[in-house]
């Protein structure tokens, strides 16, 4: 199946298409796109529509075109480029439970039907997903998918995460266990407002965030939680790229301070095991049993909190799909071809090695990657995938892993393939 070029673009911003559709709001599916942009109607969530003026002054908000998520199809009508013939082109917006406003897109026509995902988040046994999972299902099953366009980032059995549920109580119990420390939570401009939300909940106090922040929270609905006075509370939001070992050492010769990155990072390499009810409990605990450092022990045997420094911590909180989830999202979409999204980083691995069977692949690709059986393994793996020949950037990297002040917990840039009709196909570009 094929589309002709110069139909549709989707989180790609160049000029040639007629219209243009928006995943999400983050920074590596908004490049190209800007306050002076005007190439043709952008389509995209609500949410995702009202965060435009703080995000590109002056964007011609005519330009854009609200999406219900329903599972009623929407129809536009287009031009071929070629022969100049109307064409339709039908589509749905579905919830992909990323950052507020994500959402994935299912088009159809006279090329067939092709989704995709944007970044997602579909927990297994999610409530909130199953709306959402429902009216795929309808979808796929009238109009089977015949190139599924996936969000691959953790597509490997070596990722698994709990929930985010979960996930949020584990930090919420970290910081009950560090009473006398202030908090720094590293964060993007944009996600993980569940978490801060339910920390404010659980621990009944505010959440510091940065001017920026806090005028996109107030524009997400969320008006009393969040602050910029410091003197407010001891737990701060604070920009992820701001967010490094130096930055803690120098607090701590202020303040006793602990940072903690919830990501998807590091790899676990045992799935986890626990639910939001176990760890629900520890919160509820009695916090004088046990000494502080008990109670760290504690979280580190848990598995998904890991302490990169005396100071600083990873959780497994992650807004993309873990291996399992998105197992579980290619069988039920059962599609005929598919495609990673994720197209250069150093965990890099073509889905359909893992998942070909599901579209009657009888000779995957190479693998990419391989199972570590120890971390020491895992870590070589990592490096030659980045790069087998830049020694100066292996060495950082070695640096980085040791615990090395200068550096700084931020994830490798990965750029992602976009959708875009191109070469009388959809084509993968940077």
């Known amino acids: 199946m094929e589309m002709e070029s110069g139909l549709i673009s989707v989180d790609r911003w160049k000029s040639g298409s007629q219209a243009y559709f928006l995943t999400h709001m983050h920074s590596d599916h908004t490049r190209g796109l800007s306050a002076g942009w005007s190439h043709g ?23 854009l075109r609200v999406l219900p998520l329903s599972s009623s199809w929407q129809s536009l009508s287009l031009r071929s480029p070629s022969s100049g013939s109307p064409l339709l082109l039908h589509f749905i917006a579905i919830h992909a439970h990323h950052c507020p406003g994500s959402v994935m897109f299912i088009f159809r026509g006279d ?7 944007g970044d997602f988040r579909w927990e297994c046994d999610d409530a909130a997903v199953e709306e959402a999972r429902t009216t795929l299902l309808a979808a796929v099953n009238d109009f089977p998918v015949d190139i599924l366009y996936l969000d691959n980032t953790y597509c490997n059995p070596i990722y698994s995460f709990p ?9 919420a119990h970290l910081i009950l266990s560090h009473p006398s420390h202030d908090i720094v939570i590293g964060v993007d401009s944009l996600g993980k407002e569940d978490l801060l939300l339910h920390l404010s909940r659980t621990l009944n106090i505010k959440i510091w965030v940065w001017p920026e922040r806090l005028r996109t929270m107030h524009l997400l609905g969320f008006q009393d939680v969040f602050t910029t006075d410091t ?11 701001s967010f490094s070992i130096q930055t803690l050492e120098g607090l701590n010769l202020m303040c006793p301070t602990i940072g903690i990155m919830p990501s998807g990072l590091p790899w676990l390499k045992t799935p986890f095991k626990g639910d939001a009810n176990l760890s629900a409990s520890l919160l509820t605990a009695n916090n004088g049993r046990k000494p502080a450092a008990q109670q760290r022990e504690l979280l580190l045997l848990q598995g998904a909190v890991h302490m990169f420094h005396e100071n600083m911590y990873s959780v497994n909180y992650s807004d993309h799909s873990c291996y399992e989830e998105i197992g579980e999202f290619i069988n039920l979409v059962k599609p005929k071809s598919m495609k990673g999204i994720v197209v250069s980083s150093s965990c890099y691995v073509d889905p359909l090695y893992y998942f ?3 579209c009657g692949v009888s000779q995957p690709p190479e693998l990419l990657l391989l199972r570590p059986d120890s971390r020491e393994q895992f870590r070589a793996v990592r490096i030659k995938s980045y790069s087998t020949k830049d020694e100066t950037i292996n060495s950082k990297k070695e640096k980085w892993r040791k ?10 840039k990965k750029r992602r393939a976009r959708i875009q009709v191109k070469c009388a196909k959809i084509a993968e570009v940077d």
């Not at 609500?46 to 908000?61: C, E």
């Open 163 to 171: 929930s985010r549920l979960l996930a949020a109580n584990l930090i």
């Open 111 to 117: 090329f067939g039907c092709f989704l995709y995902t």
């Open 231 to 241: 003197s407010l509370t001891r737990v701060r939001a604070v920009p992820r790229y």
């Open 356 to 358: 070909g069977r599901v």
């Open 41 to 63: 109607p952008l389509f995209c969530s609500r949410t995702t529509a009202s965060l435009f003026p703080s995000r590109f002054p002056g964007f011609d908000l005519s330009l």
């Open 403 to 412: 615990g090395d002040g200068r550096s700084s917990l931020r994830r490798n």
